[in-house]
């Protein structure tokens, strides 16, 4: 296992959590808010917002924590159902890409953290 993958997944996946908070928050949910959708309509999306908001620093904490405290092998499926989740998260953002002729840019943030996460888990060969 390298925790050096496992710290990357972790710091990026930080990061990605600190830009939801903030950049989304200005760009996609003040912008919601002031919308014509309904007050249930608003509230639902908000909340789902931020519950990917929380997921994000969950899961954060979750890797930071394996890579840091050399825990990776005692979290081998959690890091790997994570680093799955990652991968595929980034798949709904290329699609709404290709189908809306627009550039969803959230899986390049997505997809590189389950893609360390499992260089991470990866069983090191001799020359490592």
């Known amino acids: 296992m390298k925790n050096r993958y496992i710290k990357i997944a972790g710091t990026l996946n930080l990061l990605t959590a600190f830009l939801h908070l903030i950049a989304g928050q200005i760009d996609l949910v003040n912008p919601l808010l002031g919308s ?3 007050l249930q309509q608003k509230g639902e999306l908000t909340g789902a917002w931020h519950i990917v908001t929380i997921l994000l620093f969950y899961t954060a904490f979750i ?5 840091f405290r050399n825990r990776g092998d005692q979290n081998f499926q959690k890091l790997k159902s994570l680093a799955i989740f990652y991968i595929l998260s980034g798949i709904p953002f290329i699609g ?3 189908w809306f002729g627009i550039f969803a840019p959230q899986w390049i943030l997505l997809m590189p953290i389950g893609v360390l996460l499992l260089f991470g888990l990866r069983k090191p060969t001799d020359d490592e």
Do not use: D, K, N, R
């Open 96 to 98: 709404i890409s290709v």
């Open 36 to 38: 014509s959708l309904t």
């Open 63 to 67: 890797v930071l924590q394996s890579g």
